[in-house]
T-cell receptor
Framework: GENVEQHPSTLSVQEGDSAVIKCTYS??????FPWYKQELGKRPQLIIDIRSNVGEKKDQRIAVTLNKTAKHFSLHITETQPEDSAVYFCAASMGNAGGTSYGKLTFGQGTILTVHP | EPEVTQTPSHQVTQMGQEVILRCVPISNHLYFYWYRQILGQKVEFLVS????????KSEIFDDQFSVERPDGSNFTLKIRSTKLEDSAMYFCASSNRHSLDQPQHFGDGTRLSIL
């Protein structure tokens, strides 16, 4: 089955700096890669996602890049703010892989991001 | 914005007892999921449910687990005889389709504590 590795496990940055979190996946059939932000005791919230037919996607301060050949994808947060502090999870899914997959998400281990004021 | 709702927020149960965790998915969604997250660890897939049947399940989802959609709105996860290692946060999620343009929306979770 799919395996997703995420690095680093913790990331500490100063406010205004950029943060980059990287994930690799094992199954080349995966074609949907969401990123979730989870604050302490709260639900995972989707912040951005990318499909396999796209190499990069940006939404304000957040961007995600995908390298299908190397099977890795990354989250980039620019101009970080203290409220960006949270655990970030990457995930991979086969989406509708010929009707054999029903959208199961395989998550990475998570990155604890701390943004210091 | 519509949300997935879960009850209870916290459930404390003696080992060996049965528990039922409840979820109300977003009303026009058709695909339902349960995930769990052991404290400090990653989110793990348990089961997906579509058209009133299980579509996929993980090795965690053994015979002690079952899911049901008893009416048009609720989606439940039952653990028949709980073990200490079942202690975790359980998240319900739903999506409109399982294709690439419909992300999964998560509920706030139920924290299950087994004593």
């Amino acid at each position: 089955g799919e395996n997703v590795e995420q690095h680093p496990s913790t990331l500490s940055v100063q406010e205004g700096d950029s943060a980059v979190i990287k994930c690799t996946y094992s199954d080349s059939a995966s074609n949907y890669f969401p990123w979730y932000k989870q604050e302490l005791g709260k639900r995972p919230q989707l912040i951005i996602d990318i499909r396999s037919n796209v190499g990069e996607k940006k939404d304000q301060r957040i961007a995600v890049t995908l390298n299908k050949t190397a099977k890795h994808f990354s989250l980039h947060i620019t101009e970080t703010q203290p409220e960006d502090s949270a655990v970030y999870f990457c995930a991979a899914s086969m989406g509708n892989a010929g009707g054999t997959s029903y959208g199961k998400l395989t998550f990475g281990q998570g990155t604890i991001l701390t943004v210091h004021p | 914005e519509p949300e997935v709702t879960q009850t209870p927020s916290h459930q404390v149960t003696q080992m060996g007892q049965e528990v039922i965790l409840r979820c109300v998915p977003i009303s026009n969604h058709l695909y339902f999921y349960w995930y769990r997250q052991i404290l400090g660890q990653k989110v793990e897939f348990l089961v997906s449910f579509y058209n009133n049947e299980i579509s996929e399940k993980s090795e965690i989802f053994d015979d002690q687990f079952s899911v049901e959609r008893p009416d048009g709105s609720n989606f439940t996860l039952k653990i028949r005889s709980t073990k200490l290692e079942d202690s975790a946060m359980y998240f319900c999620a739903s999506s409109n389709r399982h294709s690439l343009d419909q992300p999964q929306h998560f509920g706030d979770g139920t924290r299950l504590s087994i004593l």
